[in-house]
């Protein structure tokens, strides 16, 4: 089972620009979809977006799309979520899964890293 650890959470202001990493190890990325989800203090894990094992195919949230990027490099067993124009209600812990791109669901994403925080202020 592939192992998975996010890295590149802060805090930021509102309009700031995040990139988070994820890096995988004890399996084969290129093989694995791959998706981003986060969660907010007292609230349930919704998905972010995942992308395709080749990255040809990227999947987002309503609520990131046109401010957030998925991209993979799968030579460095690394997934990666740039997040532009960042805005409070973005805050919450994000975590990458590994599992299938379609409709964003929990269920179809098994193997969660730690999670790494990420803080926007107003």
């Known amino acids: 089972q592939v192992q998975l650890v996010e890295s590149g959470g802060g805090l930021v202001q509102a309009g700031d620009s995040l990139r988070l990493s994820c890096a995988a190890s004890?399996?084969?990325?290129?093989?694995?979809?791959m998706g981003w989800f986060r969660q907010a203090p007292g609230k349930e894990r919704e998905g972010v977006g995942c992308i395709s094992n080749t990255g040809s195919r990227t999947k987002y949230a309503d609520s990131v799309k046109g401010r957030f990027t998925i991209s993979r490099e799968n030579a460095k067993n690394t997934v990666y979520l740039q997040m532009n124009n960042l805005k409070p209600e973005d805050t919450g812990i994000y975590y990458c899964?590994?599992?299938?791109?379609?409709?964003?669901?929990?269920?179809?994403?098994?193997?969660w890293g730690q999670g790494t925080q990420v803080t926007v202020s107003a």
């Open positions: 004890g399996g084969t990325l290129s093989a694995i979809n």
């Open positions: 899964g590994a599992g299938l791109c379609q409709g964003l669901r929990r269920s179809d994403f098994t193997s």
